[in-house]
């Protein structure tokens, strides 16, 4: 009875210092227990609660894997290459960022520079028409490829947006007239040696690089480039629009025909909006195919057929181009019309 009042600690039992004194004599060996258990009680508790060190390594190496993941994650968004390629490259190269991009890149333009050569004998009959005008200058381009399923690919469209905007920089460093228009045409061969504004890549390197990403053959074919004085106006018009699928393609504008025309105010009109009258020619170029502006004398008939000027006018069969011009107070001077995969002289005789 005694000894569980001691484990118990009654508080009772041990009031009084002759209690104490009673219980260390007629029972010492159950006092001398007491430490000795709560000594062991912590040293328990202890080895539970202090850190182990498989614990730390572990979670060093769970902020590891997160690193790395970080890593492939960004340089996958960055070149769009697959999780696997990107992930070799990061392995080859110790998580350097900028050598695995590099290296990816590289094996992407051998890649595409052999899938280019295996290709290069397949037909080109389908691709698109760009547009991009920027102030007082505009471009058009054809790129070609083998079906109509790849011209919807942005990787494609993408590549006629770096054809563009490359012919649009070169003609532009050429421009020396400001009193008059310019107008010019680049083909194909002159074309792939352009570098593009942003990496400074010739556009053969990137046309083999789009082969490589989509599995067909492609051909950048022609551009053409015009630029107009402050006070004269570039029309323009696309048929068979296309909508661009990425937010880096706002300013491209692409189809099936595309046509810029030269015009100017020969006279005031404040009823006359100029951007629409633009539009309206461009219209009538895709659809008539002039192949010269011609004269506002010319006569109707078959061998004016071809003349813009003495064409019945699209929107208004009625009435002449000429004669349309001539309410509208505008007066033509050029325009260029593409229909993509089209036959023309240039093409048959090389």
Same mark, same amino acid.
């Given at each position: 009875m005694l000894s569980r009042f001691v484990l118990a600690g009654s508080p009772s039992w041990f009031s009084s210092a002759g209690g104490e004194a009673a219980a260390c004599c007629f029972y010492p060996g159950i006092i001398m227990l007491v430490p000795c258990a709560l000594r062991t009680a912590r040293t328990r508790i202890s080895r539970i609660f202090s850190p182990q060190p498989v614990q730390f390594l572990h979670c060093s190496g769970t902020r590891l894997i997160a690193t *790395? &993941? @970080?890593? %492939?994650? &960004?340089? !996958?968004k960055k070149t769009g290459y697959s999780f696997t390629n990107c992930k070799k490259a990061l392995e080859n190269f110790n998580s350097d960022l900028q050598q695995a991009e590099a290296w990816l890149h590289e094996q992407a333009h051998k890649e595409g520079w052999s899938k280019a050569s295996k290709l290069q004998g397949r037909k080109t009959k389908e691709g698109l028409i760009g547009l991009l005008q920027d102030g007082n200058s505009a471009v058009l381009v054809e790129v070609n490829c083998e079906t109509d399923f790849v011209a919807r690919n942005v990787k494609f469209q993408q590549l006629v947006q770096q054809t563009a905007t490359a012919t649009l920089e070169h003609c532009r460093s050429k421009q020396v007239t400001t009193t008059d228009y310019t107008k010019s045409s680049l083909m194909a061969e002159e074309i792939n040696q352009l570098k593009t504004p942003v990496d400074? !890549? +010739?556009? +053969? *390197? =990137? %046309?083999a690089l789009a082969i490589g990403n989509l599995g067909e053959n492609m051909a950048i074919r022609r551009a053409a480039w015009v630029a107009v004085p402050s006070d004269w106006y570039i029309g323009t018009y696309v048929h068979g629009q296309l909508q661009a699928d990425s937010p880096s393609l706002l300013k491209m504008v692409f189809g099936k025909y595309g046509a810029l025309v030269i015009y100017r105010a020969? @006279?005031?009109?404040s009823k006359v909006n100029a951007s629409e009258v633009g539009r309206r020619l461009g219209q009538h170029i895709v659809g008539m195919m002039p192949l010269s502006v011609g004269s506002i004398d010319d006569p109707p008939g078959d061998d004016s057929e071809t003349k813009l000027l003495a064409q019945p006018f699209l929107l208004d069969p009625g009435t002449t181009v000429? =004669?349309?011009l001539h309410t509208s107070g505008v007066s033509v001077l050029d325009f260029v019309r593409y229909e993509c995969g089209e036959v023309t002289e240039v093409a048959e005789s090389a």
């Open positions: *790395d &993941k @970080e890593l %492939l994650i &960004k340089l !996958r400074s !890549r +010739a556009l +053969a *390197d =990137q %046309l020969v @006279e005031q009109n000429g =004669q349309f």
